[in-house]
């Protein structure tokens, strides 16, 4: 594995890429449905179905935990180590450089509590912070900074692997679909993986 290869073997794949997101609909009764299977009942929301892996760290099934971003994989991005993806989600709540660090040496779930000790507030700004530096939510330079985060969390081997082994395409049904509202966005979130997953399988084509 390689960092500065798959970052710029990554973003020419992406050049060319086309996702088509699956649509997610909702009946008179309730149910949220996915390509014609049940994605939300009464029951709550499901993991998996034959035609879809709906990723979610309390839902049912391994490929729905692998793939949240609260799994607890370590790999290090832009000189500083991780310990999971949800920790850079979290720690760009805060605009305290300190606090940010300290949050990130915790897990994906305890960051997922812990944002809430920040006293700034992004979605009243727009603005996001990462080591020290401000950038818009809704930029190409945010965009850049999740490619690179993606690129990075794919150097730890077993999350490599999760994403290329998963055979069906991945879906975030419980997600936020407005930027203004969340830091990563349903459409980002499965763009990003299943793009990751395709361009994996052609690295080990190719290879």
């Not at 034959?50 to 979610?56: A, H, L, M, P, Q």
């Not at 180590?81 to 606090?99: L, V």
């Not at 603005?127 to 690179?148: H, N, P, Q, T």
């Not at 979130?189 to 080990?204: G, P």
Request: proline letters at 1%; aromatic letters at 14%.
């Amino acid at each position: 594995m390689n960092y500065k290869k798959d970052l710029e073997g990554f973003k020419k794949f992406l050049e060319s890429y086309e996702f088509h997101q699956l649509e997610i609909t909702e009946t008179n009764d309730g149910i949220l449905m996915c390509d014609g299977e049940v994605v939300k009942d009464n029951n709550g929301y499901k993991g998996e179905s034959e035609k879809w892996i709906n990723v979610g760290y309390s839902l049912r099934g391994m490929f729905p935990k692998l793939l949240s971003n609260l799994f607890p994989y370590d790999f290090e991005f832009n000189g500083i180590k991780m310990h999971s993806i949800e920790g850079f989600f979290q720690g760009i709540k805060f605009r305290d450089i300190e606090m940010q660090r300290g949050l990130l040496k915790y897990s994906g779930k305890e960051a997922l509590v812990l944002q809430m000790a920040s006293d700034y507030n992004w979605k009243e700004t727009g603005v996001i912070y990462w080591d020290g530096k401000a950038v818009k939510r809704d930029s190409s330079e945010y965009d850049d900074l999740l490619i690179e985060l993606y690129v990075s969390a794919i150097q730890n081997k077993f999350y490599r692997n999760a994403l290329k082994n998963c055979k069906l395409p991945i879906i975030h049904a419980i997600g936020e679909i407005d930027k203004s509202e969340t830091v990563f966005t349903r459409y980002e979130f499965e763009y990003m993986l299943n793009a990751l997953h395709e361009y994996l399988i052609k690295v080990d084509k190719e290879n």
